[in-house]
């Protein structure tokens, strides 16, 4: 029986959203834009990397081709060199909303229809009886930030007092989230992770989609660092998704990285969560070594929006890239006959586009496995596409929302 590995890239967008005008986004495009900039010296970073964007594996599996459909053009040294290994296409999000939870869903087979709930621009940004709930249930002599903020800027800025005074960071984007700050041994983590806990709860009247938990170290002295140890509390999906489906047919299902805190931990099977992409796309193709016929490995590939979109930082993404891109033949090689790998992403965060958040952007969909029809698949009219061909593939009937582009 055939196995699926599916990885989610998070935050490659190709850009082209029909919609990005709804989200100040028209003309954002992450992976474009990090090309072009490495084409023009603005990618080079001494130590790091330097030169044109060098995506060989990815080039190979349509991923300029990708980008050409979805913007009308191909980003520079990202065209196929060679003969074509994969099939390839690009998605287009029909979900409210441009972040982690919603693009994920959508792959999942789940769209949001529904809309977000946000916390606004302003100072102070979350509502009243929200924070005098949240410091009264857990125990808290009060909060700091309560604004808008990137979250290493608001660590920088709140770290001394926070550790001084026992008060939490909270803060918010413009994202559906309620982000919480908290030094890892002054305050502790347990601890957080039960004040975020009590968030999620509070934060369900607000239709807020993940309260987010985000431990750091250091001191005054030497500086803040986030650590490996955030995790996310989201609301659970409204509907089946292809991991609730897979589950109920018996296979066994392996998710990576953050899908677990996506998904509330619903359906995730046996979740594995180290630090960082390498970490997480190790444990990924380590599992696809001995994973059983019909099972599943869900992976997110978290740096690239974390640690690189998000700090608008372009020499970071683009070496991520690159070190993403020479690891596929250590994926080819993990796969038996008949397996299926899907490389896609939830949504953009052109770290060359303004301000620090999301960017609404088409998403690239590569596919490769023995027997695969190579070539176009096309527009994909919903993410959801993806997981009805990972259903269709693993031989599961009966997918609901979404088409597969496999034949039969």
């Known amino acids: 029986m055939p196995r699926a590995l599916l990885i989610v890239l998070d935050s490659v967008?190709?850009?082209?959203?029909?919609?990005?005008?709804?989200?100040g986004d028209v003309g954002a495009d992450t992976l474009g834009h990090i090309a072009?900039?490495?084409?023009?010296?603005?990618?080079?970073?001494?130590?790091?990397?330097?030169?044109?964007?060098?995506?060989?594996?990815?080039?190979?599996?349509?991923?300029?081709?990708?980008?050409?459909?979805?913007?009308?053009?191909?980003?520079?040294?990202?065209?196929?060199?060679?003969?074509?290994?994969?099939a390839w296409g690009y998605g287009v999000e029909t979900s409210k909303g441009k972040d982690t939870p919603s693009g994920h869903w959508e792959i999942a087979g789940v769209p949001v229809t529904f809309d977000w709930g946000y916390f606004p621009d302003t100072i102070p940004t979350i509502p009243d009886e929200l924070t005098t709930a949240l410091i009264a249930r857990g125990n808290l002599p009060g909060i700091l930030g309560n604004k808008h903020a990137s979250g290493t800027a608001v660590i920088d800025e709140f770290g001394a007092e926070h550790m001084r005074t026992g008060k939490p960071i909270v803060y918010t984007s413009v994202d559906s989230v309620l982000q919480i700050a908290a030094h890892e041994e002054s305050f502790g983590l347990e601890r957080l992770y039960e004040l975020c806990r009590i968030g999620r709860e509070l934060c369900d009247a607000y239709k807020i989609g993940r309260v987010i938990a985000r431990p750091f170290v250091g001191s005054p002295e030497t500086g803040f660092k986030r650590t490996g140890?955030?995790?996310?509390?989201?609301?659970?999906?409204?509907?089946?998704?292809?991991?609730?489906?897979?589950?109920?047919?018996?296979?066994?299902?392996?998710?990576?990285?953050?899908?677990?805190?996506?998904?509330?931990?619903?359906?995730?099977?046996?979740?594995?969560?180290?630090?960082?992409?390498?970490?997480?796309?190790?444990?990924?193709?380590?599992?696809?070594?001995?994973?059983?016929?019909?099972?599943?490995?869900?992976?997110?590939?978290?740096?690239?929006?974390?640690?690189?979109?998000?700090?608008?930082?372009?020499?970071?993404?683009?070496?991520?890239?690159?070190?993403?891109?020479?690891?596929?033949?250590?994926?080819?090689?993990?796969?038996?006959?008949?397996?299926?790998?899907?490389?896609?992403?939830?949504?953009?965060?052109?770290?060359?586009?303004?301000?620090?958040?999301?960017?609404r952007e088409h998403v690239p969909i590569l596919s490769f496995g023995s027997g695969l029809k190579l070539g176009a698949i096309g527009r994909r009219e919903s993410f959801a596409d993806i997981g009805a061909t990972i259903l269709h593939h693993l031989k599961i009937t009966g997918y609901g929302i979404g088409r597969s582009w496999l034949p039969g």
Not at 36 to 53: K, S
Not at 241 to 250: I, N
Request: proline residues 7%; negative net charge; aromatic residues 6%.
């Open 13 to 23: 967008g190709i850009g082209g959203a029909e919609d990005a005008d709804a989200y």
């Open 36 to 86: 072009e900039a490495c084409a023009d010296g603005r990618g080079d970073q001494a130590g790091l990397r330097q030169g044109q964007l060098h995506l060989p594996h990815l080039a190979a599996l349509g991923l300029g081709l990708a980008c050409e459909a979805s913007t009308g053009r191909m980003p520079p040294n990202l065209a196929p060199q060679g003969p074509l290994k994969g």
């Open 229 to 359: 140890n955030r995790k996310d509390f989201a609301t659970p999906p409204p509907a089946d998704t292809v991991l609730d489906t897979l589950t109920k047919a018996g296979r066994s299902i392996v998710t990576v990285g953050k899908i677990g805190d996506i998904f509330a931990h619903r359906s995730t099977g046996r979740e594995i969560k180290p630090n960082g992409n390498d970490a997480c796309l190790s444990a990924a193709i380590e599992v696809m070594k001995d994973l059983p016929d019909g099972g599943f490995v869900f992976a997110n590939l978290v740096d690239f929006d974390s640690e690189f979109g998000h700090r608008r930082d372009i020499p970071g993404y683009a070496a991520a890239l690159e070190a993403f891109d020479r690891r596929i033949p250590e994926i080819e090689a993990a796969l038996q006959p008949g397996d299926l790998v899907i490389i896609t992403a939830d949504h953009g965060n052109d770290p060359s586009w303004r301000g620090t958040d999301h960017t």
